[in-house]
Structures are given as structure tokens and as C-alpha cells.
């Protein structure tokens, strides 16, 4: 009663079923290859049955027939048994209790028809194995389960398009070659090879409870086997250039690791136009740097503007000439380029979105999934939840007695279940942890800018020039290298508050385990990666205050300025740090580093080890080697890292337009990277099914949608490009740019300064200041109402505003043009799929006329019943008519 | 091989195959029933088979043998035919070679199984039918082609939940229960009619080219048959407030329908809380008025501005009091409230598409439609595309002798379509086409604006007071119903505009010849509902110009001014009349009055013709009355009607909350309205599958998404609420509204007046007037840059802008929440479906076993191939252990 059921299992080569009755050849294959060595313990003992699981366990002594003989007896009245058992026993009944439950799980498995062969004497001590091989008529029947649907003998030709349509297409295929890598996909060999998944809601179960303590299924090492094509095809970095050849990926992992590789790939393929583009408008920001009107007002040897002092005190009277060199590099990023580039990479992630479905449309159909529905997989409960409610129902139950727990699972069939105020105080947990942990992102960044104001203030101090000169750059590079490291912190922190949070959550079933998880996670890495750049984009500068007036934070630290020029260059340099810094150390150091560290310090301990012991291991079964891989972890913090990035290059996109370039060269790595990790650092993992990418998508969408209007307002306020309009449109006095540095900045009275504030060394620029600017639209001191924001300042405003409606609205419209002109499925593929369901049809009404023929053969007198209907000839008359009919309409 | 597949067929009542043999019971309610009176024609003349489905076609004269053996002549050798037959054989010709098809046809129809039979010598002359009969077996496989879902034997229990939430599902039952249609769903008996529509492609094809004139199934009238029940508990008025029989409506009408009718009934009782907040947010207007300060100030005795005259010379300075009435009827609409109403109303809409989705869900459940993938039925040409792709490939094959077209048909197999180019012509008619109604709709609006000004300058010139004290409501009203009568007709033009348009481009299949007719005629009704709502909302008043430079259009007509208080006043009249009005005439005068009409002039023909006719009349056959109806024209004409209407509701609905109501009131007669008419006053529709609405889906979702931008826009510029708001928070004084009233006006110096346009009276008043004051943000004639706008203006326009943004950005995101946090799938359907599947596992187990052992009794000799896989006793043994295990899920 305890056995559920097997329905949901995931057989990964699918084609193994081609031909129902075994073929000569089918059989060969399935024999042992000559080449045994390399194949040590992927086949039983017999040498026949290939080994498809397994599944391993403590051993803590050798099997005694005594405690063999006791679990048995506890079975049958396992109320008793407390009693009796003493303290003494209860560790040496613990394990006998688990060798119990082992045997019962296999005798269940046997019962399914599956077959074991067990050992527990390999070389690998303490550590038992449960090898399990699927005959085939278990895997026929499980694969009827999951209506998976199998190639039949037939086939058809998919007809090329004629004409030049087609000599475009060749040529295309020859010039992208050599981009494609020397995979035969369709040898007729590769029907060989399976794994097969028996039940993975049943290896949760009996994991966690620590009666097996691993389940994988093997690696295959044979010698033509898709791993060493795998190897040489795709886990290799001098591949880089080369498409995925991602059939064999899902051939050898399932559709779940090949759907994110396909993604992976296509992202990263849809990267390159995205670069391009974002390098053409970065060098289109370099070529006219020098016909910048601003910039050149700024640079001009005659400009004369005295700027009002940018710290209280300490800080002196400056001339504009000095922010030249800022303004100029802000131009770089900060031009009209930049506006067309945001719109294009809107419009990128639509269509980047809209390619993903189709390409995950077409990998369906290759990969012949296009029936399956998504079953409600993890339907099934979680251990964890299942204790829980078990827990619940003892203690209503309120028996006195002890019961043994772990035997009481049970009870769990019971339509118990957690309610609303059982989860109550995991829920308010879950609430106050997640504000409390976005609390601290907020405290931190906080904190790096009271650092950047305070040792700014300090550093202005000092009187060494050298020193003075150099504080805005080194201030803002130490803050943002502080600010990076506790992103890389806070990251590794949160993925495990997420994690424990889920856990106390006890969700129903692991599909939403993992939808929590992933949410949180998502939620609060970015919080973590992007409150810093948020506050540069949209907070910095504009709570500063005026002069005479100026914002104070603990009464002593005047906020932070931005430079001249606007934001958007500090905006870029934090970007373009967090951005590289996280993906050079997270991937290089985290995903290089650390496997590199563990194979050295295993180097290191193998040089103590005696020569016995290193023989020992090189002839190590194939599932004891396995053993020893780390285990896979799921793909979660692969599709994280991602999609993080995802964020890096379309949410700030208008800011940095170079976070397409540098993603798309990290990614390259990635790839392979993320291959090799894969294929030989981690165990095999269990093949699983699916047809997308599931809450990845959305979380995709998500930020997609988020990305339009943080770009509409990165361009309209953090950047100039509204006020330089409305200057050139409403005051201009020629509809040049001339005059606009001049027209942003106000004036203001040094007679004005709070008592205090005002510059130790009036005199420092040679001359007595009386007026000095600062860059606002504020009314001049000699006004009705001077310092009051002017009219100036509420036109922009209004600018400003409209220009995120208009650009909200549009690119959003844009948007969904593309989505609605890029139709979800290929027309080749819809129109191939048609075609495939007419064949069938045309093939079952044959075999259907030739079965009624062989009944009516078998039995010429029931044919009374029939006429009742219609004249049987002409029935029979019918299929050819029908297939007909239905090939015509090609 | 002309003839085309047929599986894309409909079935209307898939329980008919509950039982595969036929069980007595199911045989008796296929015999003729003992009241064989009302069932004229419902049989074959056996009186034992059902008539399916009619053909009708024209008969010129009774049929010859001569034209016959011509006809068969003429087939065997078509091309030589022409140079024989004679211009005077040409339309005798025409007659044989249709009748020749018909033939061909009803062969190929016989050859699939179907029964046939016909008649010519009916009661009504030169209309022959052929009834169709689609025997058991030929339904059976139609059914496995289209993959319907059966019932199957095996029953299983639907467990309520129990305890508290029983109970009050129990009451809520109990209260609801009049509410319910006394209807039995479940009845034993109703597995009886079916209508089978064996193909749709084929009837196109063949009432294209005119060889029948009509297809329909028949009006089932059997006594104690669907209809009568659909006629007393549906298609009635004294059951508008029970919920709609929708099960039986799917029955008798298919799923296409069905669901329509589903969803304007989940339409209408949504729009039940829609109203009731509706009214409830005008009845909080109402309340207020009176403690209303801007309208108190306006209405106040003491109150005495002095406005600037409203026309050029013949109008005068005048008070503001004498706006008192218009103030206060606006803040009826423009309070509060109605911000919180738009708010509501947008979520209102993300709501309703949720459950909508839901209740498809459901209903696809119940209709056993949930395995069913939307086949892309109408893949296949149309007659009028072949007949296009024929003449093309015959210019091109440049055959100068000729050919005949009516037999040529037989190369459109070719792969030969029309191409770009071949289209452009069509394509270019529809976008000049398309935009030269759209500009029509702009001019009619136009010529509507100048007819007020001009009306309105000339009454203005009239004497007489009372005249001119009434201008504005007379012109306002007039106008709204010159509107409306332009929108009622153009609506009629523009339909068949777009349909003209449609059948030009020559579509390829019937489905994308319905998506763009429907496409195009959405565009086209809506832009002509809405531009003069569009003008009102957003432009009038806007493009006034100022006193001393007032704006002019053919330089002597000002552009018209809103009353004080906003325009949202006339918004809201012009709203209303048009809604109302298009609902009355078009519901009321089109829908009921024409078909009373028609039946009046056919009572007034029947009058005139002998009693013996009539009595002939009374005693014809179930398919000549039926012939007798207005055949089926598809949904969309329904479907258009309520997604203008939805239009209405949700996008202006901030300017004028009482919409829902109206629609609703609307809504309860037009179920039953429609009802009727699908009842009893068309030809019973063709029964086709459909498992959701299709396109106007995704038009409703089109609908709400602009709702939200325009209701954002509605509130910040058309309304003063936002005005309000930051005179409340920057400008009052004592932070209340008092003075707002004079802050929103600016002044004006009469001698600025250009030369001819100052008031012909300036001492109407009774004092010498100097300064008049008019609505807007500008500076006073005494700042240095007089009449310039203002700060405030630029402030307002800021807040408006920024209120935009917020409420589109926060509605958006609440309106995603909404529809996030509804799943698509109801809870109870998803488990109910997962448990189906798992029954359904498990009968197949058992009787698959059963196979096993039927095959091994009979063949025991070959249990050497299966002994290689396991021992068979044990995999005997599984489906048990399966199961059971499956069913423990639960």
C-alpha cells in the first residue's frame, strides 16, 4: 500500500521503441560490446542486461540473519516493538528497520517487473549498490502510460521548397557549415542506448528518509556512445562557434537539460545582433563626441562659469572647464543613439521571446512531444509534507502511547491536510524574512553611500592636490567594488535563506517546492543586484538639495552630487562593474576555480595513498566512479545566472549599450562550461520530460515588461536627452544646442550660504565669487521668489513625463505587433504536423481494413449484427477513398 | 478525387455513443416515434431513418434523359464539347453539368457510407431536396477520426467536499435555486437526437458554384425533444433572471454556439457588480453635490466674475453663475469616486477575462472537449481562392483554346498559390480602402463640429433670449443625434465594406477569410463608434486658442469651448446617447422590429393566396418549413455587437459609471432575443466544435489594455480632478478647495481684443467690463510676458502626465496580479481531470490483462519469446498492484 505509482518516469531515447518486435539487429546492440573494458559495471553480471539504475546505501556491517530475522518480526506487530527494544538496540534496530524497508521498496520494484542485482562488496567500502535493469515490456507499458509517442515505420518525406527559395537555402547551409558540429544525428546505430527512470517520487521519498542515500542512473562510457560525442561535439571550448548539436544533449539527458540548453543557445545566438547594434551605437557615441555643442561649451578655453562648491567647507569654488572631461565621456553613452538603441532592444526581447516559442515549438515536434500534455507531474506530495501532516494527525489523534514514527507514513493515505493556520506562522515567517532580507540590501547600499559621502567629504579634506584630484574616481570605484562584493555575498546568502524558507513553507508537492524557491530566489537576488543601480539611476542627485539649502543626512553628511553631465556615467560605471565583476567571478572563479581546487586537493590526498589503493581505483565499476561525481543539483542556479543577466542587458540597457557584448562573450563560455560540468563533473542526472521552460518564461516576460518602462525612465531622467529637446525646441534662441549648458544651471548668491557652509577659502580661484551656478532649474536670486524651482523646471518635468507615456506606450504597442505578426508554431511545423496526422490516419484505416477482413475471415456468422448498420462491402470500400482524399489536400 | 476529407465533421451529441452495441432502449427512441404528426419529414420514407442533414437545389424542368446521356458524353471527353455545343444548348448545358456534379457528389457521399434520399415532388415548386441519413458506423468512425471523447461505461463518484463548506454549498444551492432553468440535464432519455454534418468544406464548395442552393440539419420538433425545452426554459423573456440551459443549448446547437451563449452570460452576470458599483458611485455624485466647494463657489450669490464672451461679437461677457447648473450636474461625474470606479472597472475587466478562461475550462470539461486540440479546421481552400489559383495557372499555361472552366476545377490540385504579387492589387484597395472610411468617419465628425459652431454662432445672433438661453443643450443634443444616426448607418455601410474587402483579397482558407472580415470590420465599427467620443474626450476645448487669439477653422469659426466644469459633462451626454441609442434602435428596431415586419408582409402575401395554398402549406414536410427560414450567418455580427458594446462599458467608463448598468439592462434581453431567434426564426446552424471563442478573445484583451490608457487620460485631462488635487496640495492656502475656482481662471484685458472680434454690446452687463477672465493657465496682461502660460500650467501638465503613468503602470500590474493569482484551470476540474486519467489507467490495465489471458488460453504454444522479457506470471500480477497504487493518490 505504501508503493505509489510509476506513472511519471521519463524513458530519454524514445526511439528505442522504433520497431515492436526485437530486431537482429536491435539485439546485437543490446549485447555486450567486445570493447568490455571501458563498460565495467554498465551491464549485470550476466553481461547481458544493461544496467539503467542505480541506487546506493550505507552498509554498517555485514548481514546478519539476527537482525534480518528481528525486522521481520517487527513487521508483523511493530506496535510492540518499542517496548522491548532497548536504548541499546535502537541504533542496530534503526538499521535494521532501513534493511527491512530496502527490501520491501525492491521486492515492490520486482513487482513491477523491474529487475535487481545487488553488491555489496565492491571496492568502495561501507557503500552497497542496488543495480536496476527495465526489461522491455516495462518500459512499453510505462511509455503507453505516458502516451509517448514512437516513430512507426512509416515514412514520409518532407518536401523541400523549390526554386530559389531552396539554392538560397543551400547556400545558406554551406556557408553555416562549418557552424554546425560533426554530429550524424540520424546514424542508424544511435537507437541503442536508454535510461530508464523508474520513479523519481519514490527516490525523494526513501532518500530523505535516509534509506538509500543515492540514486542516479550511469554514465555511458561505451567507446560509441553519445557521452565521447558529447565530449568532443559540444563539451569542448574549441567549439565555441559551433551550433548545439542539442538532439544528443536531450538524447543523453532529457528534455529538460536539452530545453535549456536550446534556450541557452538561442539567447545567446540572439545576443549577437544585440551586441552589433549596441557597438555601433557606443562608436556612433565616440565619433561625435567632438561635435557635441555641451560638451564643446564645457571644453571651451573661455567657458568662465564659477560652479558652486560641491562639499560644505572643505570644498572650494570650481570652474565648469574642470568637468570636461566627464561631460565628454558621458556623451559616449548619453546620446541620441541611445534612445533608438532602448527601443531596439525592447523590441529585441519581444522578438527574442517570440523565437524562443517557436523554437521550443519545433523541438517539441523533432522531439515528438507535441501530444504530450504536461501532467501535473509532482502532483504527488512531498515527504517532508507528508510528515508533517502525519505529525498533525498524531496529535489530534492525541494517543498517549508512543508510536513509531517510522512506521506511522501510513496514516498518512488519511485525507489530512495542512490548512491555512498550520501554515500561518511559516507564512509570517516567510513574509518578515523576506522584508528583513530586503531590509538589508537596502541598509548596505545605504551604507556604501554614507562610505562614498564620508570619505569624500574626508579625502577633500586633505591638502595633498594629487590626492583631491583623484577622489571622485577612486571614491567610486571603491564603492562600487564594495558594492559588487556584497552582491557576491549576499547572493550565496540568499539562495540559502530562500532555500530554508521553502523548507519551512512544507509546500504539497515539489513542483511548488520549486516554484517558491525559484520565486524567492528570483525576488531577492534582485533586490540584491540592482537596488544599487536603481538608486544611481533614479535617487542620486536629486535629493541634494540647493545651495544655502542643501539635503543633510545625519545632520553632518550633505547627499551625493552626480557629476557633470548628468547620471547616467556613474549609472554605467556601476552597471559594467557589477556586471563583469559578477559574471568573471561567479563563473570563472566559482564555476573554474573551485572544481579545479577539488581535483587538486584530491591530487594531493591520492599522493599519501599507497599504489594498492590507486590501482584499486582505476578498475572501479562504472556506478562506483559515478558515485564519487558530485551530485546534480537541478538547473535552477544555471537559468538564475541567466536570467539575472537577462536583467543586466534589457533593464539598463539604455545606460550601457556594450551589456549585450559582454554577455554574449560570457555566455560562449558558459555554454561550454556549464557542458562540461554536465558531462563530467556531475552524476548522470534522471532524464525528465518537458515541453518548456515553465516559471522561467514568465520570469523572462516579467522582466521584459519592467525593462520597457525602466528605460523609458533612464532616458528621460536620468539622462539629458529631454531637457537638451526641450532647450533646442522652446528656448533656443537659433534651435541650436548653443547656449544649453548655460540654460540648465541657476544662479545663486555666495551672501546666501548658511552660516558655516560656505567655502574656507573664498579667494581660491584668484577672485572674489559673488555668484556662483549649480545645476538645477531654480528661479535666479534676484526674483520675486528667488530659489523657488522656475517654469523652466515643470516644462521639463512635463517632458520628461511624457516622454516615458509615449515610449511606454509605443514600444509596448511595438511589442506586441511582433507578437502578434511572429506566428507561435512554424508554418513548416504546423503544416508538417497536419500531414503526419493525416498519414496516420490513412495508415490506421488500413490496418483497419485488414483486421475486420482477418475477423470476418475468423468468423463468416455474426455478420447478421452488422447489417443492421450498412452493407458491409461498401464499408470496406471506404479507406482507400478516405486516405485519398486526405493525401489530396497536399 | 474532387472530393475533399470529410473528418472535419460535427457531431452534435457525442453521448449517443455512450454504448457501443446498441441497446434496445436507444433502438426504440430511434423508431418513429408514435405522434408522428408534428414529425413531418423528420424520416426517410421507411419512417425508420432520421434525416441528418438536407441539400436543396433548384430543379429548371423535370429531368430528361437526353440532357442526362449528354451530360455523360460531355464528361468523357470535356474539351472537345465546347466547339460542339451550340450557343443555344449553353444554358440547357449549364443545367446538366450541374446536375451532372450533383450526381458525381451524392456518389462520393454514398461511397462514405451515407444514406440518401430524395425529393423532388414536394408541395414547393423547383426546389428539390436530398435527405441524408448517416448511419451508426459511419458516425462511429468519424468519431475516432475527430478523436471525440466518450463516455465510457465505468461511472465514478464526484466526492463533495464535506463539513462547513458543504453546508453552506447546500444553501447557496437552495437560494439559488429559481434561479436555476427547469431543466434535467441528466435525463436517461435525451441520448437520442444527433444531427450529423458530414462535411462543411464540401457544402461551401458546392453552394459556391451553385449546384444546390442550400444545406441545413433539421429543426428537431419532436414532441419531447430539446427544442420545446430550449423554447419554454430559454428563448423566452419570462425566465430572464434563471441562468441559461447551456448544456442543452451545446446539445441542440454544438459548442460554437454553446459557448457564445456561455459567454454572454457570464458577460451579463458580470456586469452585475459593474452596475451595482456603477449606480453606487453615481448615487455618492449625487449625494455630494451640495457639499461640492468649486460648484458651491460657482453657484455662490456673491460670486462675480466676469467671463470673456463665448463667440466673437454677436456673444457677450457674461457671469460665471450663470454656470451654476452645469458645475454642479458635473460633479454627478466628476468626483472622486469615479477615479476609484476606472480603478475598479480595469480590474473589473482583467476579472472577467480570468473567468471566462475558467469557465471555458469548465465547460470544456463537461464537454468532454479537454483532449480535444483545435484542428486547424478550415485548412482547406476555399472555392473562391481555387477558383482564383485556377484562372491564374490557366493564363499562365497560355492555352488559347479554350477550356471549360466548370471542369478545369480538376487542376487546382496543382501546386500552384497565389503569390505577393498576385495580391497586391486587393492588398492596396484594402489599405486605401481601409483609410479612406476611416477618413470618411473623421470628415462626418468634422462637418458634425462645424455644424455646431456654425449653429451655434448663428443662434447666438438671434434675438430672442429664450432661443439663445437654450442654444447650448439644443445644438449639444442635436448634434449627439446627427452623430448617432451617421454612426447607425455607416455601421451597416462598413459591414459590408469589410466583407466586400474580405472576398477581394481572396483568402485562402475560411478561417482567415472569417479572422480578417472580422478584423476589418472591428476596426472600421469601432473607429466609427468611438472617434466623436475620442474628439470630445480629448480634443475639444484644447484647440482653443486664447482670447485676443482665439484659434479659427476657415478662418471666421472659432473652435468650440467645453462648458465650465471640463468637458467630461458632454463626454458623459454624448456617451449616453450614443450607447443607448445604438442599443435601442439597432437591438430593438433591427433585431425585433424587422423580423415582425417580414412576418406582417408574409401575413398580408398569405392573406391574398387561395385556401388551398395554405392548407398545402400547413402539411409540408419538416425540411420545406424549415427551407423557408433565414439561413445561419455565423456569430459575429453577435459577437461585434457586444465587443462595441464592452468598448463602451470599459473605455470611457471613468466619464460616465451608469454604462454597465445600461448595458446589463440590455444585456437580459438580448440573451433571450437572441435565443429566439436561433430557436425559431433561423435555420438550424450546422453543429461545430470549438473549444474557446477564438479571435474575440484576444480582441476583449485588446479592449481592456486601451481601456486602461484611455481611462488614465479620461481622469487626468478631461476631468479637473488632477487640477484639483494640486490646487489642494501646492497652491490653497489653507489647504482646502476654497479659490480654486479663480485659480483656475486667468485674466484678460478687454483692449486686447483684435479689431472686429470684441462683443458688439459691452454694456450688457450693466457696467463697463476691463477685465474678463477665461478658463486656462496663463499669466495676467500685467507680467512681462503677458497671456504666455503659465508655471501653474506647466505644474498641472506635469501632474497630469505623472498621474498617467502611475495609474496605467499600477493598473497594469494589478490587472497582472489578478490574473495571475486566478488560475486558469478551476482547482476541483484539474483533480477531477487527473483522476479521470488515473480510472481510466486502470480499466485499460484490466483490460488489457483480460487480453493476455484470453490470447494465452487460446495460443499457449509461444511463450518462449516472451519468457526473454520476465516471467509472466509476475507481469500478470502488475495492473492490480497499479492500480491500486494509482487510486491511493487520492
Known amino acids: 500500500a505504501v508503493l505509489h505509482q510509476a506513472t511519471r518516469s521519463g524513458i530519454s531515447n524514445p526511439s528505442l521503441m522504433h520497431s515492436p518486435p526485437l530486431s537482429p ?32 546505501y550505507h552498509i554498517k556491517k555485514p548481514s546478519s540473519s539476527r537482525s534480518n530475522r528481528q525486522s521481520s518480526r517487527f513487521t508483523d506487530n511493530p506496535r510492540v516493538v518499542p517496548e522491548v527494544a532497548s536504548q541499546d538496540h535502537s541504533m542496530d534496530y534503526h538499521e535494521d528497520d532501513k534493511r527491512y524497508r530496502r527490501e520491501e521498496f525492491e521486492g515492490n520494484l520486482r513487482d513491477m517487473g523491474l529487475e535487481l542485482e545487488k553488491d555489496e562488496d565492491t571496492k568502495t567500502p561501507g557503500v552497497g549498490f542496488v543495480k536496476i535493469h527495465a526489461p522491455w515490456h516495462v518500459l512499453c507499458r510505462e511509455a503507453e502510460f505516458m502516451k509517448l509517442k514512437m516513430p512507426t515505420k512509416k515514412v514520409y518525406e518532407v518536401k523541400q521548397c523549390s526554386g530559389v527559395g531552396a539554392k538560397i537555402n543551400t547556400l545558406v547551409n554551406k556557408a553555416t557549415e562549418p557552424l554546425h558540429p560533426n554530429v550524424e544525428e540520424n546514424r542508424a546505430q544511435n537507437v541503442k542506448h536508454l535510461s530508464y527512470a523508474f520513479s523519481r517520487e519514490k527516490q525523494h521519498f526513501l532518500l ?49 537539460i536539452g530545453l535549456y540548453f536550446a534556450w541557452l543557445g538561442l539567447y545567446t545566438q540572439m545576443l549577437i545582433p544585440a551586441s552589433l547594434v549596441g ?29 558652486c562648491p560641491l562639499c560644505d567647507r572643505a570644498c572650494n569654488y570650481w570652474k565648469l572647464k574642470e568637468a570636461c572631461g566627464t561631460a565628454r565621456a558621458s556623451h559616449l553613452f548619453d546620446n541620441p543613439a541611445t534612445v533608438f538603441f532602448s527601443i531596439f532592444m525592447a523590441l529585441w526581447a519581444a522578438m527574442f521571446m517570440e523565437h524562443w516559442k517557436r523554437r521550443q515549438m519545433r523541438l517539441n515536434y523533432e522531439w515528438d512531444l507535441t501530444g504530450f500534455e504536461e ?20 496529535k489530534k489523534e492525541h494517543k498517549t502511547q508512543k508510536v513509531l514514527i517510522a512506521y506511522s507514513w501510513v496514516f498518512t493515505t488519511e485525507k489530512e491536510k495542512l490548512t491555512c493556520r498550520d501554515r500561518l506562522p511559516a507564512y509570517m515567517t516567510n513574509i518578515v524574512m523576506m522584508l528583513l532580507m530586503i531590509g538589508v540590501t537596502f541598509a548596505i547600499v545605504f551604507g556604501v553611500i554614507l562610505y562614498r559621502i564620508s570619505i569624500t567629504a574626508a579625502l577633500h579634506m586633505s591638502n595633498n592636490p594629487t590626492t583631491r584630484s583623484n577622489v571622485r574616481l577612486m571614491v567610486k570605484t571603491t564603492a562600487a567594488i564594495i558594492n559588487l562584493v556584497v552582491i557576491l555575498i549576499l547572493d550565496e546568502v540568499y539562495g540559502a535563506v530562500a532555500r530554508w ?33 536603481i538608486y544611481i539611476a533614479f535617487f542620486r542627485g536629486r535629493l541634494v538639495g540647493r545651495p544655502g539649502s542643501y539635503l543633510y543626512v545625519f545632520e553632518s553628511y550633505r547627499m551625493e552630487e552626480c557629476a557633470h553631465g548628468g547620471c547616467l556615467m556613474e549609472l554605467c560605471i556601476q552597471l559594467s562593474i557589477t556586471m563583469l565583476g559578477k559574471q568573471l567571478i561567479q563563473n570563472n ?34 556506478y562506483e566512479t559515478d558515485h564519487f561525481l558530485e551530485p546534480f543539483a537541478g538547473l535552477t542556479p544555471e537559468y538564475m545566472e541567466m536570467i539575472i543577466q537577462f536583467g543586466f542587458v534589457t533593464l539598463f540597457v539604455a545606460s ?56 523609458a525612465f533612464v532616458i528621460s531622467f536620468t539622462s539629458d536627452f529631454i531637457p537638451r529637446l526641450v532647450y533646442q525646441y522652446m528656448y533656443s534662441p537659433d534651435g541650436s544646442m548653443h547656449g544649453f549648458v548655460n540654460h540648465t544651471m541657476s544662479y545663486f548668491n555666495v551672501s546666501d550660504f548658511q552660516d558655516g557652509k560656505e567655502p574656507m577659502d573664498p579667494h581660491h ?8 551656478r549649480y545645476k538645477d532649474y531654480r528661479e535666479p536670486p534676484w526674483s520675486n521668489t528667488p530659489y523657488v524651482v522656475s517654469k523652466e523646471f515643470w516644462a521639463v518635468l512635463a517632458a520628461r513625463l511624457a516622454f516615458v507615456i509615449v515610449f511606454q506606450n509605443v514600444v509596448m504597442l511595438m511589442s506586441d505587433i511582433v507578437d502578434w505578426l511572429i506566428p507561435d508554431i512554424p508554418k513548416d511545423i504546423s503544416l508538417q504536423i497536419h500531414k503526419e496526422k493525416i498519414l496516420m490516419v490513412e495508415l490506421f484505416m488500413k490496418e483497419e481494413q485488414g483486421k475486420m477482413q482477418f475477423i470476418d475471415s475468423m468468423t463468416p456468422c455474426d455478420g447478421k449484427e452488422r447489417n443492421n448498420h450498412a452493407p458491409v462491402a461498401r464499408s470496406r470500400s471506404i479507406p482507400h477513398t478516405y486516405s485519398h482524399t486526405h493525401a489530396n489536400n497536399f
Not at 561625435?288 to 562659469?305: A, G, K, Q
Request: hydrophobic share 40%.
Open 656 to 711: 550601457f549599450p556594450l551589456a549585450p557584448l559582454f554577455a554574449l562573450l560570457n555566455n560562449i563560455i558558459e555554454i561550454r562550461l556549464d557542458a562540461k560540468k554536465f558531462v563530467a563533473e556531475l552524476r548522470r542526472p534522471v532524464a525528465a520530460r518537458a515541453k518548456d521552460i515553465g516559471i522561467w518564461y514568465n520570469l523572462l516576460r516579467g522582466v521584459a515588461k519592467v525593462a520597457v518602462i525602466i528605460n
Open 25 to 56: 539487429q536491435l539485439l546485437n546492440s543490446l549485447a555486450p560490446e567486445e570493447n568490455t573494458q571501458c563498460q565495467h559495471g554498465l551491464y549485470f553480471q550476466d553481461g547481458e542486461r544493461r544496467v539503467d539504475y542505480i541506487l546506493t
Open 279 to 307: 557597438v555601433i551605437v557606443f562608436l556612433y557615441g565616440c565619433a561625435t563626441v567632438d561635435n557635441n555643442i555641451p560638451s564643446m561649451e564645457i571644453c571651451h578655453p573661455r567657458n568662465n562659469i564659477t560652479m
Open 589 to 622: 572563479l566559482f564555476e573554474i576555480g573551485i572544481p579545479k581546487l577539488k581535483k587538486l586537493i584530491r591530487y594531493i590526498k591520492s599522493k599519501r595513498r599507497t599504489f594498492q589503493e590507486e590501482e584499486r581505483e582505476k578498475k572501479l565499476q562504472r
Open 501 to 533: 524558507l521553502t523548507v519551512l513553507e512544507v509546500p504539497k508537492t515539489d513542483k511548488s517546492f520549486e516554484e517558491r524557491l525559484i520565486f524567492k530566489t528570483f525576488i531577492l537576488k534582485f533586490v540584491n543586484a540592482f537596488t544599487p543601480i
Open 208 to 256: 530523505g528518509s535516509g534509506v538509500y542515500t543515492a540514486a542516479y542512473p550511469l554514465h555511458d562510457v561505451s567507446t560509441h556512445c553519445n557521452q565521447h560525442l558529447l565530449y568532443e561535439e559540444w563539451a569542448s571550448y574549441s567549439v565555441f562557434y559551433k551550433y548545439q548539436p542539442i538532439g544528443l544533449v536531450r538524447k543523453y539527458f532529457g528534455e529538460k
Open 375 to 394: 501532467e501535473e507531474v509532482s502532483d504527488h506530495p512531498r515527504a517532508e509534507y507528508e510528515l508533517c501532516v502525519m505529525q498533525k494527525s498524531l
Open 765 to 772: 580661484l584668484g577672485y572674489q565669487v559673488e555668484m556662483c
